[in-house]
């Protein structure tokens, strides 16, 4: 029987064996997972913990900060400030970078995260997340700014997402596809699961807030019109509709058994591109998506060559299963 594979493990090999990461972006990944395991252990906690609720305070977005949104944001700046791997951070949580601290040594690596996505699931006990994007310092001069994030995901070094559901369930790529891997609580370690993920081509599931549908654009709306008229419509099957509410958990799900994913931009707020996030949602999300044989546009434009002129900004996303987003993205150009 072989033993299993610990994220420990298969870091060291991609280290030593496949010289895919150098060892401060192992040693990156590896406080990453840790600070996951700690939020983790939080959201198990639930009300027994006092972590359910919300804040007495709004994000840069203007939304209603979660007590869970404030300690995972702290979780993963404590444990990821001191390693010297790190010259800066990025979060929904901040309005501006955080830069690390002049005690501690500064590395050549940007983090940005999600530190908790799907917030409005955190009080009603359905799977929530973090995602994390990894970037380089464009150059090693001393010093960082904002501008320093302010590249396209294509320039990602590392991407992943810890999903706190039934599981938890730690889910990254360095380029070389996507692996899985499912927290031990016993052992309290990430145990690779499944290695060389894909995603079907074709799928018979979509996920979209159908709540919208007044206010999406004509190609989104003959999209699901399209799926929601099944067998009988243009399509020749019937599809099936799954919401969660929680990007990390509908990407989950995609990755784990295909299907495409819509947050589109919509009527609402015509000004916005949409409400996901590009740098800390879609920006590393497309990349495991694309990773694993997907596709993620925003409707017009793979997602991953999107240059980036706000930390905060929007972006409307189509990710999933690759025959169903270039169809979407096929009827935003008119075909
Ligand atoms: P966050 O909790 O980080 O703000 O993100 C929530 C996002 C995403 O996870 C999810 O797909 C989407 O918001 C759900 O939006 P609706 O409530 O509009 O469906
Ligand atoms: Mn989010
Ligand atoms: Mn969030």
Redesign the pocket.
């Given at each position: 029987m072989t033993s299993p594979i610990s994220l420990t493990r298969y870091l060291v090999e991609q280290q030593r064996i496949q010289s895919h990461i150098p060892a401060d972006l192992r040693l990156l990944l590896e406080v990453v997972a840790r600070a996951c395991k700690s939020i983790s252990r939080a959201v198990n906690k639930g009300a027994l913990g006092d972590v359910l609720g919300t804040a007495q305070s709004e994000n840069v977005?203007g939304?209603i900060q979660k007590k869970l949104?404030i300690i995972a944001n702290e979780v993963l700046i404590e444990a990821n400030e001191w390693g010297g791997h790190l010259a800066a951070m990025a979060s929904?949580e901040m309005e501006g970078i955080y830069v690390v601290p002049n005690r501690y040594p500064q590395g050549e690596y940007l983090l940005l995260f999600?530190p908790?996505?799907?917030?409005?699931n955190v009080d009603v006990n359905v799977s929530?997340g973090t995602i994390f994007s990894v970037l380089k310092k464009p150059d090693a001069s001393a010093g960082v700014s904002e501008s320093d994030f302010l590249q396209p995901g294509n320039r990602q070094v590392a991407a992943g997402y810890c999903v706190y559901g039934p599981q938890t369930t730690l889910v990254l790529t360095v380029g070389d596809g996507v692996s899985m891997f499912t927290l031990d609580r016993e052992q309290g370690s990430f145990v690779l699961t499944q290695e060389r993920v894909k995603i079907p081509a074709d799928t018979k599931e979509f996920a979209i807030?159908m709540s919208?549908m007044r206010h999406w654009a004509d190609p989104v709306k003959r999209y699901v019109d399209e799926c929601l008229a099944g067998s009988t419509g243009v399509r020749g099957k019937d599809f099936n509709m799954r919401?969660?509410?929680?990007?990390?958990a509908?990407v989950h799900r995609i990755l784990t058994r295909g299907g495409i994913f819509l947050?589109p931009w919509d009527k609402r707020e015509p000004g916005k591109p949409g409400?996901?996030r590009l740098m800390y949602?879609a920006n590393p999300m497309s990349w495991l998506i694309e990773q694993a044989g997907g596709a993620a546009t925003d409707g017009r434009q793979r997602i991953l060559d999107i240059e980036p002129t706000q930390l905060h900004q929007r972006v409307s996303v189509v990710l999933g299963s690759r025959n169903e987003v270039e169809r979407v993205t096929g009827y935003h150009a008119g075909l």
């Open positions: 977005q939304e949104d929904e999600d908790l996505d799907g917030s409005s929530i807030n919208n919401w969660v509410a929680s990007m990390v509908d947050y409400k996901l949602e």
